[in-house]
C-alpha cells in the first residue's frame, strides 16, 4: 500500500456551509487556485445542483485549474448525479461524490426506507454517475455511527459498481480516535474487492476529535483526507488540513507524506478567512494568531536561547516569518532585552533593571505591550539612570 497521503480539500463546500460564509465565484476560484498552488490533491469544488450558482461555480473552478482533481457532490438521484457531471465537463479530472446513508438513524429516519434499497441505490448511483466519469467516490453518510457488517456490504456494492474511492464519513463527529481507526482497519481487512478503491476519512469536529480521528484512520488503512483549510465547516467543523499536514510531516516516523508545501499553510489560511469573513481563533494549532507566540517570562527566556525549547515547527515551515515575543506583564527582563534590541536599544543591566520597572508598570496597565509603548518607556531609561545615580550619590 503507498504511503502517500491524497489531501481531498472540501473547503468550498463542506467549508462553505459555515452559515452566513458564502463564496461568490470569483472568490471560489482564487481559492481553488491557491489550493492547486498549495499542492492539494482533489478540490471538492461544490454540490452542483444545489443552486445555479454552485453549479456555475463549480463549472468555473473545472476550467481554472489543472492538476488537481475537481470533484462535484450529489444525492444518490440521477439528476444530481447528472448535473455534478454537466458542471465538470471543463475538468482535466473530473471526480462525481456520490452517497447515501448508512446508519440506521439515516435509514430509518431520515430516508424512511430499508437497508437493502440503501445496498440498491448506493450501486445504482456509482453505475450511473460511472456513465459520465471514471473516478467515482462514494459516501457512506454517518458511517461513524453505522454498522460495521452493513457498512462493508454497501462498500462492496460501490465497489462492483465501479467506486475508485470510498469515503467514510464521521458525519456527526461522535467516533473516538480509536473506534474511528478500527472501523478503517475492518473495512480495509473485510471489504471485498477493497484493493480496487482507496478508503478516505472525511471526519467532523463534533467533539473536537476530528484531527484525531483522521490521523488514527490514515493509520488504520485509510489514503485519502478531507478535510478544510482552518477546520472550517459546518457546526463545529471539518478536520482542519494544516493540522493533519503537519501531523503527517512532524511524526515522519509514521512513515506518511503528502503532496503540500506546507510554506503556504498561513497565506491560505489568512486567505480563506478573509474571503469566508471568519476569523481563526487565536489558539488555532499550526495558523492561529498565537501559534508561535511567547508570552510567559519562563517560556520566552528559552525560545530566546534555543527556539526549540518551546516550539516543535520552525514558523517559516508554515509560512510564518517568525516566532513572537510578545510583552505582558508576565514577560521576564530577557524577553524585554530582547524585544528592545529589536527596535534598536541595546540596554546594559543597569539600563535594563531600570527599564524593567517602568515596564511593569506599563504592561500591569495593559494586556499587551506593544512597540510603540516600549518607544516611549525607552525615553525614560536615561533620566530612570541619571535620577538613581543622584539618589546613591545623595546617600554616600
Ligand atoms: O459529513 C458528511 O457525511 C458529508 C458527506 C456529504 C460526504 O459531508
Ligand atoms: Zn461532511
Known amino acids: 500500500m503507498t504511503n502517500q497521503i491524497q489531501i ?25 487556485r491557491a489550493l492547486e498552488e498549495l499542492g492539494v490533491d482533489v478540490i471538492e469544488a ?3 445542483i444545489s443552486s445555479p450558482g454552485d453549479f456555475e461555480a463549480v463549472r468555473r473552478v473545472a476550467n481554472a ?38 446508519s440506521e438513524m439515516h435509514i430509518r429516519y431520515k430516508l424512511q426506507t430499508t437497508p437493502e434499497d440503501i445496498l440498491y441505490r448506493a450501486a445504482a448511483a456509482v453505475k450511473y454517475a460511472k ?50 481507526g478500527a472501523k478503517i482497519k475492518y473495512l480495509y481487512e473485510n471489504v471485498r ?26 493509520i488504520g488503512g485509510a489514503r485519502q483526507v478531507e478535510c478544510t483549510i482552518n477546520g472550517i465547516g459546518e457546526r463545529a467543523g471539518n478536520t482542519s488540513l494544516e493540522e493533519v499536514v503537519m501531523i503527517l510531516r512532524q511524526h515522519p516516523d509514521l512513515g506518511y507524506t503528502t503532496g503540500i508545501n506546507t510554506r503556504l499553510l498561513n497565506p491560505i489560511s489568512h ?17 492561529g494568531a498565537n501559534a508561535f507566540a511567547h508570552s510567559s517570562g519562563i517560556h520566552q527566556d528559552g525560545v530566546i536561547k534555543k527556539r526549540e525549547t518551546y516550539e516543535i515547527i520552525d514558523p ?3 509560512g510564518v516569518d517568525h516566532s513572537k515575543i510578545v510583552l505582558t506583564a508576565r514577560s521576564g527582563r530577557a524577553a524585554l532585552a530582547y524585544r528592545a534590541k529589536c527596535l534598536g536599544y541595546n540596554l546594559t543591566k543597569d539600563e535594563l533593571d531600570a527599564v524593567y520597572t517602568n515596564f511593569l508598570v506599563v504592561a500591569d496597565r495593559k494586556k499587551e505591550v506593544g512597540d510603540e ?21 545623595t546617600v554616600s
Open 271 to 287: 486567505l480563506v478567512s478573509e474571503k469566508m469573513g471568519v476569523v481563526v481563533q487565536p489558539n488555532k494549532a499550526i495558523v
Open 316 to 318: 517559516l515551515e508554515v
Open 8 to 32: 481531498f480539500d472540501t473547503t468550498l463546500r463542506d467549508g462553505e456551509q459555515v452559515p452566513g460564509c458564502k463564496l461568490n465565484t470569483i472568490q471560489k476560484i482564487e481559492i481553488a
Open 46 to 48: 461544490g454540490f452542483p
Open 131 to 180: 456513465s459520465f466519469v471514471e473516478d467515482v467516490e462514494f459516501y457512506a453518510e454517518d458511517a461513524g455511527r453505522a454498522d460495521n457488517e452493513f457498512l462493508a456490504r454497501v462498500l462492496e456494492a460501490a465497489i462492483k459498481a465501479g467506486a475508485t474511492v470510498l469515503n467514510i464519513p464521521d458525519t456527526t463527529g461522535y467516533c473516538l480516535p480509536e473506534q474511528y
Open 65 to 102: 485549474v489543472r492538476r488537481p482533481t475537481v470533484c462535484g457532490l450529489s444525492r444518490a438521484i440521477e439528476k444530481d448525479i447528472k448535473t455534478a457531471a454537466e458542471s465538470l465537463e471543463g475538468a482535466v479530472r473530473p471526480r462525481i461524490h456520490t452517497g447515501i446513508g448508512v
Open 373 to 393: 509603548d516600549l518607544v516611549e518607556i525607552m525615553k525614560f531609561r536615561n533620566w530612570e539612570i541619571e535620577q538613581e545615580k543622584t539618589a546613591h550619590a
Open 193 to 218: 474487492g477493497i484493493e480496487k478503491a482507496i478508503l478516505a476519512t472525511h471526519c467532523h469536529n463534533d467533539l473536537g476529535l476530528a484531527t484525531a480521528n483522521s490521523i488514527s484512520g490514515v
